[in-house]
């Protein structure tokens, strides 16, 4: 077990049993938490749709501009400051991670490529501009 060689790996043994699908069970009721300026996002239902002038645009298509997409926050990092579950956020498609959770399939962003947020309440003090 010398110079650098390494070490041999237990085979393993025949009369042990599988795995239970209690281990897959105990999987399905973990609880999702997002971590650092991360924002877990709930995706819209991808449907056609149409322009002002009536051409209808398939949901399989993908366009060369840079439309942003709204979405709505379910749950949010430690670190985000400027976004609360329950709001909707503007950001670009591209910037987005797609991750599936139980079978549902939720986008995550980071607070930094949120472009835009609306939100039922408004700060009474906020004009929603830098000055």
Not at 41 to 69: F, H
């Amino acid at each position: 077990m010398g110079r650098g060689y390494p070490q041999q790996m237990p085979k393993p043994d025949p009369q042990a049993t599988p795995a239970s699908s209690e281990a897959t069970n105990e999987d399905a009721k973990l609880a999702v938490r997002v971590t650092a300026d991360r924002i877990l996002c709930a995706t819209q239902n991808e449907t056609d749709r149409r322009t002002k002038a009536g051409i209808l645009i398939p949901a399989t298509a993908k366009s060369a501009d840079r439309r942003g997409v709204w979405a709505d926050v379910t749950e949010i990092g430690p670190l985000v400051r400027s976004v609360e579950p329950g709001d909707r956020v503007l950001f670009l498609p591209e910037t987005a991670i797609e991750v599936d959770v139980r079978g549902d399939v939720f986008l995550i962003i980071r607070e930094r490529d949120v472009h835009a947020v609306a939100s039922q309440e408004r700060d009474a003090g906020s004009t929603g501009l830098y000055l």
